[in-house]
């Protein structure tokens, strides 16, 4: 099992940017497993955000060219850079891990994911 926790969270203004942290301790192996972050706003389902999987990145249209997601294997966390944010992105952002998947697309589905942080809330003003 992995244990995941977020940090960053902030309240940031429409055009600001902000890096989010994912520090994950246990049985990481962080080769062989892909983290990801999901986001939620009330009253939805949690929506995917963006994903580190090796050596490859996905991210969800609404983010992508604004969003990076990254890691650094000497201290397991993954980051995740936001720039130009917009008051939609308001939303609490969840870092999650599973095992390497074969099928890339199970990675945009939240149920493809055996651990999950507590989550760190974003706030963009207008």
């Known amino acids: 099992q992995v244990h995941l926790v977020e940090s960053g969270g902030a309240l940031v203004q429409a055009g600001g940017s902000l890096r989010l942290s994912c520090a994950a301790s246990?049985?990481?192996?962080?080769?062989?497993?892909?983290v990801a972050w999901f986001r939620r706003t009330p009253g939805k389902e949690r929506e995917f955000v963006a994903v580190?999987?090796?050596?490859?990145?996905y991210y969800s249209d609404t983010v992508q060219g604004r969003f990076t997601i990254s890691k650094d294997d000497s201290r397991n966390t993954v980051y995740l850079q936001m720039d130009s944010l917009k008051p939609e992105d308001t939303a609490v952002y969840y870092c999650?891990?599973?095992?390497?998947?074969?099928?890339?697309?199970?990675?945009?589905?939240?149920?493809?994911?055996?651990?999950w942080g507590q989550g760190t809330e974003v706030t963009v003003s207008s």
């Open positions: 999650a891990a599973t095992p390497l998947l074969s099928d890339r697309y199970a990675y945009l589905r939240a149920t493809s994911y055996e651990s």
């Open positions: 246990g049985r990481t192996g962080a080769y062989y497993y892909a």
């Open positions: 580190h999987a090796w050596n490859d990145r």
